[in-house]
């Protein structure tokens, strides 16, 4: 079973940058694909970034060019580079991994929160 931990989380005034972490307790390369999720207060949780096995990456429209999805296979951490954020981008994000035998298996991580003050 897969274990996620994330970090770097915190407050952050609109206009400025974090950088999430997710480190993973098995090779980040042997998983299918990885990806932040979010989810503020009163919505339903979405896919922001994705990486697949092969280093292609997808973004929801609201982040492109401000977001930037990454994976270090030598530290076995994804990352997520967050620029220019609003506080549209304020919610709990989390990472998950996903590896496909015969169906998907979803991983997660405990999320970590993001608030961007206007």
């Known amino acids: 079973q897969a274990q996620l931990a994330e970090s770097g989380g915190g407050l952050v005034q609109a206009g400025g940058s974090l950088t999430l972490s997710c480190a993973a307790s098995?090779?980040?390369?042997?998983?299918?694909?990885m990806a932040w999720y979010r989810q503020a207060p009163g919505k339903q949780r979405e896919l922001v970034a994705l990486?697949?096995?092969?280093?292609?990456?997808h973004y929801i429209d609201s982040v492109k060019g401000r977001f930037t999805i990454s994976r270090d296979n030598a530290k076995n951490t994804l990352y997520l580079q967050m620029n220019s954020l609003t506080p549209e981008d304020t919610a709990v994000y989390y990472c998950?991994?996903?590896?496909?035998?015969?169906?998907?298996?979803?991983?997660w991580g405990q999320g970590t929160q993001v608030t961007v003050s206007s």
């Open positions: 098995e090779r980040v390369s042997s998983f299918n694909a």
């Open positions: 990486i697949t096995k092969g280093g292609n990456t």
């Open positions: 998950n991994a996903k590896t496909v035998v015969v169906v998907i298996n979803d991983y």
